[in-house]
């Protein structure tokens, strides 16, 4: 079983930044296309952000769209989604995932972490 873990979760005001980070434990990270996705109370989880397993592609929501970045590390193993300008509709726990085929192109991944919090106040 491939684990994934979040971390860099947290309480920040609005207008404020947050990076989150990835891992994929025991793994080679460039064998996966990454994504990051979120869920709001009472609502359903939706399409963050998502990059190939190079880097060279990149895809945002539109609600994200210049102000969140996915970044990756290969060589660290690790995922970054660098968040600026947040706002109190940001606030959801956030998931990494992980895709190694190519199902990830039509939201599908394999392996899902267990999620961590970012509240935006007002």
């Known amino acids: 079983q491939v684990q994934v873990v979040e971390s860099g979760g947290g309480l920040v005001q609005a207008g404020g930044s947050l990076r989150l980070s990835c891992v994929v434990l025991?793994?080679?990270?460039?064998?996966?296309?990454m994504g990051w996705f979120r869920q709001a109370p009472w609502k359903e989880r939706e399409f963050v952000a998502a990059?190939?397993?190079?880097?060279?592609?990149?895809y945002y929501a539109d609600s994200v769209k210049g102000r969140f970045s996915i970044s990756r590390a290969n060589a660290k193993n690790t995922v970054h989604l660098q968040m600026y300008d947040l706002k109190p509709v940001d606030t959801a726990v956030y998931y990494c995932?992980?895709?190694?085929?190519?199902?990830?192109?039509?939201?599908?991944?394999?392996?899902w972490g267990q999620g961590t919090q970012v509240t935006v106040s007002s």
């Open positions: 995932a992980a895709d190694y085929d190519s199902s990830w192109l039509e939201g599908v991944y394999d392996y």
């Open positions: 025991d793994r080679t990270l460039e064998d996966y296309a």
């Open positions: 990059i190939s397993w190079s880097g060279g592609n990149t």
